[in-house]
T-cell receptor, first 116, second 114 residues
């Protein structure tokens, strides 16, 4: 079946503009995660959605970052007034229903964001 | 917050040799997972070990977990050039936050030379 799909794969934007990054999780997966990966670095947790529960937004770096998950499926990560330090690869992952601590994540290939 | 820390940061070996990567973490966990990332791609899940398990095998992969030392190791036996990738450990947080939030380390970059 289809894996996690992210769009666009690459995005170049000017400093100060807003961007929207999209994630289509695997059908039936209830958990959805956004991470950020700077060049050659590990993954920085941003936000986590689990079913109908309130999302865990503890990783969002500033109020310029927000995310939505509509209908428990597609998610959009929005970055307002982009800054050069926002340049990174934004990775989305989803996991199947079940006890979350014992679930593995399925990742998309990411959106490479470049802020000029 | 940083949870898992892998070492070494980079490892270069010859094909056929074994590769060992280590991960240390700070808090109590439910599970520890290892992922692989090829250049320019997303991460792929390799193996999950629960906190009450000490060792797990999957093909050429062997993972150990020592909860008393808060550490894990990933061993890849008889390495191949195709194993060249970055390897990350990830743990869930059992303090604060919401369970299920996976925190990743910075990874070990493995290079296997033919």
């Amino acid at each position: 079946g289809a894996g996690v799909s992210q769009s666009p794969s690459n995005k170049v934007t000017e400093k100060g503009k807003d961007v929207e990054l999209r994630c289509d999780p695997i059908s039936g997966h209830t958990a959805l995660y956004w991470y950020r990966q700077s060049l050659g670095q590990g993954l920085e947790f941003l936000i986590y959605f689990q079913g109908n529960s309130a999302p865990d937004k503890s990783g969002l770096p500033s109020d310029r970052f927000s995310a939505e998950r509509t209908g428990g499926s597609v998610s959009t990560l929005t970055i307002q007034r982009t800054q050069q330090e926002d340049s990174a690869v934004y990775l989305c992952a989803s996991s199947a229903p079940g006890y979350a601590p014992y679930s593995s994540l399925h990742f998309g290939n990411g959106t490479r964001l470049t802020v000029t | 917050s940083q949870q898992g820390e892998e070492d070494p940061q980079a490892l270069s070996i010859q094909e056929g040799e074994n590769a060992t990567m280590n991960c240390s973490y700070k808090t109590s966990i439910n599970n520890l997972q290892w992922y692989r990332q090829n250049s320019g791609r997303g991460l792929v899940h390799l193996i999950l070990i629960r906190s009450n398990e000490r060792e797990k095998h999957s093909g050429r992969l062997r993972v150990t977990l020592d909860t008393s030392k808060k550490s894990s190791s990933l061993l890849i036996t008889a390495s191949r050039a195709a194993d060249t990738a970055s390897y990350f450990c990830a743990t869930d947080e059992r303090y604060g936050g919401s369970q299920g939030n996976l925190i990743f380390g910075k990874g070990t970059k493995l290079s296997v030379k033919p």
